[in-house]
T-cell receptor, first 112, second 113 residues
Framework: RKEVEQDPGPFNVPEGATVAFNCTYSNSASQSFFWYRQDCRKEPKLLMSVYSSGNEDGRFTAQLNRASQYISLLIRDSKLSDSATYLC?????????????FGSGTRLSIRP | GAGVSQSPSNKVTEKGKDVELRCDPI?????LYWYRQSLGQGLEFLIYFQGNSAPDKSGLPSDRFSAERTGGSVSTLTIQRTQQEDSAVYLC???????????FGEGSRLTVL
């Protein structure tokens, strides 16, 4: 089993749709979780952190389920500019800081 | 504000040549990471520096790859005797704390002919 697995995608949805991605992780001791966004031929950039209580930032909602070891990202009212690859990132305990695990990414394409 | 700076942004070299890639992290960031990303692929961890601790080199793919970080700031990734399979984007990221939010540079795109 991969340490971090993401929905394979690609997702192709119309503008205005709601889309959700999931990401599962295998290390129950993982410390923190993030969603990054990577545009074509660009560097990854932090989209949002993921907290146990769930968190929302505008049209984006992130959830963490420690019991089932997965995180999710929900995008509401999707915009053309949301087209990108979304990377799930799982951080290890402090003592293993180098072992940040990036998912392989889920590609999202929003069509007009 | 100054983000992570990488140079060169593009490098084309001939097989067998050595290359040096530079990363200037955000000032004050103690953690520095190098990743490699081939076209259409995910990020591959190469090496991690944290403060004055010994670096974690476990991701370096061969002994042709080495990296150093001088004075806890600028880092250089060196690839000796480059091969075509080394062609990729080399991304540097820094963080204010271990396993914290990563800030990436724009990457150095290496093409080995």
């Amino acid at each position: 089993r991969k340490e971090v697995e993401q929905d394979p995608g690609p997702f192709n949805v119309p503008e205005g749709a709601t889309v959700a991605f999931n990401c599962t992780y295998s290390n129950s001791a993982s410390q923190s979780f993030f969603w990054y966004r990577q545009d074509c031929r660009k560097e990854p950039k932090l989209l949002m952190s993921v907290y146990s209580s769930g968190n929302e930032d505008g049209r984006f909602t992130a959830q963490l389920n420690r019991a089932s070891q997965y995180i999710s990202l929900l995008i509401r009212d999707s915009k053309l500019s949301d087209s990108a690859t979304y990377l799930c990132v799982v951080n290890p305990p402090y003592s293993s800081a180098s072992k940040i695990i990036f998912g392989s990414g889920t590609r999202l394409s929003i069509r007009p | 504000g100054a983000g992570v700076s990488q140079s060169p942004s593009n490098k084309v070299t001939e097989k067998g040549k050595d290359v040096e890639l530079r990363c200037d992290p955000i000032s004050g960031h103690t953690a520095l990471y190098w990743y490699r990303q081939s076209l259409g692929q995910g990020l591959e961890f190469l090496i991690y520096f944290q403060g004055n601790s010994a670096p974690d080199k476990s991701g370096l793919p061969s002994d042709r790859f080495s990296a150093e970080r001088t004075g806890g700031s600028v880092s250089t990734l060196t690839i000796q005797r480059t091969q075509q399979e080394d062609s990729a984007v080399y991304l540097c990221a820094s963080s204010s704390q271990p396993a914290g939010e990563l800030f990436f540079g724009e990457g150095s795109r290496l093409t080995v002919l």
